[in-house]
Nanobody, 125 residues
Framework: AQLVESGGGLVQSGDSLTLSCAAS????????VGWFRKAPQKEREGVSC??????????YYADSVKGRFAISKDLANNTVYLHMDNLKPEDTAIYYC?????????????????WGRGTQVTVSS
């Protein structure tokens, strides 16, 4: 089972970007899929999550991105997307996706080695 992030890039403040999280070995319809980000000298931050149907199917957004980011999934492509509007310089970070939501109590204990490559988002002012 694997998740691969893509879609990052260098954009200007106010621009939009859509990140992709492509799954293989399992269906994104059966697991929670969350987006996290890590900026230099900052703690990893939970950004968004789409809970699986068996877990209620709700959506989660961090306060810092509410109203600007939207999570969605495409079952045909087995991919979860994070569409980001009105990007700000403080959104600059490496973005990661994984099968756990930011609200999960296990998140603080996830080792650094767990995280994949992520995709870099850089927002210039």
């Amino acid at each position: 089972a694997q998740l691969v992030e893509s879609g990052g890039g260098l954009v200007q403040s106010g621009d939009s970007l859509t990140l992709s999280c492509a799954a293989s070995g399992f269906s994104v319809d059966t697991y929670d899929v969350g987006w996290f980000r890590k900026a230099p000298q900052k703690e990893r931050e939970g950004v968004s999550c789409m809970y699986s149907e068996r877990n209620g199917g709700s959506l989660y957004y961090a306060d810092s991105v509410k109203g600007r980011f939207a999570i969605s999934k495409d079952l045909a492509n087995n991919t979860v997307y994070l569409h980001m509007d009105n990007l700000k310089p403080e959104d600059t970070a490496i973005y990661y996706c994984t099968i756990i939501c930011p609200e999960d109590p296990l998140v603080p204990s996830i080792p650094e080695s767990y995280w994949g490559r992520g995709t870099q988002v850089t927002v210039s002012s």
